[in-house]
T-cell receptor, first 111, second 113 residues
Framework: GENVEQHPSTLSVQEGDSAVIKCTYSDSASNYFPWYKQELGKRPQLIID?????GEKKDQRIAVTLNKTAKHFSLHITETQPEDSAVYFC??????????FGAGTRLTVKP | DVKVTQSSRYLVKRTGEKVFLECVQDMDHENMFWYRQDPGLGLRLIYFSYDVKMKEKGDIPEGYSVSREKKERFSLILESASTNQTSMYLC????????????FGQGTRLTVV
C-alpha cells in the first residue's frame, strides 16, 4: 500500500512568516493529494487538495505544489496568523480510495 | 451540511471485551474509513469500505474487524480489546469519484483498562 512521509513533525514560526510542510509518497499510481487541518480537540478538515494533473493550486494564503516525478508535494502557508496553529496532515490516494495520511505537523504561530 | 456521526465520544472497556464502534454518514457516500490516531503516528488506516459488504484492510487491521451492512453505516469491531488498542478512533466518509473530500466524525476516545 501507499506510504506517506511528512516533515517536519513540529514547526514554529513568527506571525507573518511563511510555513512550509513537505510530504513524500511511494505509490506512483496515487493521483489525489489532500491536506487536512486539525485544531485541538476537533476533527480534521480539508483545507486544500490537488490532483496529479495539476502542478500547483492556490487558495488565498495557502498553496500546494506537486512534483509527480519526485513523488513529493508541499503545503505553503503565507502571512501566518495565530489561528493557523494546528496539526496539519497530508494524504495520498488513488481516486480517494485507500487514503493514507502522513504523521502530521504541529504548526505553532507565535504572535 | 455533511454529517459523520460516531456513536460515542468516550468509551472505557475492559481487556478482553468485544467492542463495537459505530459510524453513520448522511451524505450517501460510497467510501467509509476507520483510522486510529496516536500522537506522533498520525492517522493510520485500519479498514476501509467502498461499497456495502465490501471491505479492504488498511495498514493496521490486526485485532480489528469491520461490518458494512448498510451504505450509511460502518462499524469497527475490536474482537478482544487489549490495552494497546487504547486510542482515538476516527471514522471518515467520501464519494467514490467526483468531489472526493473526506469528512470525519468527531472521534471516539477509547480507553481499555
Amino acid at each position: 500500500g501507499e506510504n506517506v512521509e511528512q516533515h517536519p513533525s513540529t514547526l514554529s514560526v513568527q506571525e507573518g512568516d511563511s510555513a512550509v510542510i513537505k510530504c513524500t509518497y511511494s505509490d506512483s499510481a496515487s493521483n489525489y493529494f489532500p491536506w487536512y487541518k486539525q485544531e485541538l480537540g476537533k476533527r480534521p478538515q480539508l483545507i486544500i487538495d490537488i490532483r496529479s494533473n495539476v502542478g500547483e493550486k492556490k487558495d488565498q494564503r495557502i498553496a500546494v505544489t506537486l512534483n509527480k516525478t519526485a513523488k513529493h508535494f508541499s503545503l505553503h502557508i503565507t502571512e501566518t496568523q495565530p489561528e493557523d496553529s494546528a496539526v496539519y496532515f497530508c494524504a495520498a490516494s488513488y481516486n480517494n480510495n485507500d487514503m493514507r495520511f502522513g504523521a502530521g505537523t504541529r504548526l505553532t504561530v507565535k504572535p | 451540511d455533511v454529517k459523520v456521526t460516531q456513536s460515542s465520544r468516550y468509551l472505557v472497556k475492559r481487556t478482553g471485551e468485544k467492542v463495537f464502534l459505530e459510524c453513520v454518514q448522511d451524505m450517501d457516500h460510497e467510501n467509509m474509513f476507520w483510522y486510529r490516531q496516536d500522537p506522533g503516528l498520525g492517522l493510520r488506516l485500519i479498514y476501509f469500505s467502498y461499497d456495502v459488504k465490501m471491505k479492504e484492510k488498511g495498514d493496521i487491521p490486526e485485532g480489528y474487524s469491520v461490518s458494512r451492512e448498510k451504505k450509511e453505516r460502518f462499524s469497527l469491531i475490536l474482537e478482544s480489546a487489549s490495552t494497546n488498542q487504547t486510542s482515538m478512533y476516527l471514522c471518515a466518509s467520501s464519494f467514490f469519484q467526483g468531489r472526493t473530500e473526506a469528512f470525519f466524525g468527531q472521534g471516539t476516545r477509547l480507553t481499555v483498562v
